[in-house]
């Protein structure tokens, strides 16, 4: 097999995408550019119809994009399994979330908070919601931009607490990871895998979504943070 496939992804899964791409490529001899933009971002030009092969994104969100004839029928499969965590700037004091109202009291206690559009963020107000908080936690968050990481406005200092896809806090600079959201209040996000209805070559989309959904991509989305679906 040879040839190129372009994708389209959310951030949430960039990186674990970038090394599988390099993976892939070295195994079937398929080049694999996948472009990551903010989650809303790219449902939008999915349903714009911009030329795309696969796609990864929320599985609520994929389910919708197949139902809608923008992803080829029975193409999609589940990707990886991605936990919220918590994210202070590095050299911050320690810093507790092992229960629901030691993160309540962190983002109490922030002078500012930071999330992102999409699932993660969509459950944090949701929290802020139920615990009758949203207008002292919510109304002084910060909401990063499309595509600007959560981590990168903790670490300027812009933030004192960001909480996003683990995936997308591991590893980036000047953040420190406290950790996931206790079982209590976490909320795991399942991206899925899919074929564009409008793919040039759908039989090496398919191949390539087999690949990402298979088993022996598991070591790779674990180093990233998340697990494999």
Do not use: N
């Not at 951030?11 to 791409?21: E, G, P, Q, S």
């Not at 994104?57 to 589940?78: N, R």
């Not at 899925?192 to 088993?215: E, N, Q, T, W």
């Amino acid at each position: 097999m040879s040839g190129r496939l372009a994708g389209l992804s959310s951030m949430a899964t960039r990186l674990i995408l970038a090394d599988l791409a390099r993976e892939y490529e070295a195994r079937a001899g398929t080049h694999v550019e996948i472009r990551s933009v903010g989650g809303v971002e790219a449902a939008k030009l999915v349903r714009a119809g911009e030329a795309m092969d696969v796609v990864v994104l929320a599985s609520k969100v994929m389910g919708a994009l197949e139902a809608e004839g923008h992803l080829e029928k029975g193409s999609v499969a589940d990707f990886a399994r991605s936990e919220i965590g918590v994210a202070v700037r590095a050299g911050s004091p320690p810093l507790s979330v092992e229960s629901e109202q030691a993160v309540k009291q962190a983002m109490l206690e922030a002078r500012r908070i930071c999330y992102s559009t999409g699932p993660s963020g969509d459950h944090l107000k949701a929290l802020c919601e139920k615990w009758g908080l949203a207008d002292s936690i919510l109304g002084r968050a910060l909401v990063a931009p499309p595509g600007v990481p959560v981590a990168s406005l903790v670490a300027s200092g812009e933030a004192d607490l960001g909480l996003q896809q683990l995936s997308e806090l591991i590893g980036q600079p000047g953040v420190e990871v406290v950790g996931p959201l206790p079982p209590e209040i976490q909320a795991v996000t399942v991206f899925s895998a899919g074929v564009a209805s409008k793919s040039a070559d759908p039989a090496a989309a398919r191949a390539l979504v087999a690949f990402l959904a298979s088993s022996e991509t598991g070591d790779t989305k674990r180093a990233h943070g998340m697990e494999p679906a």
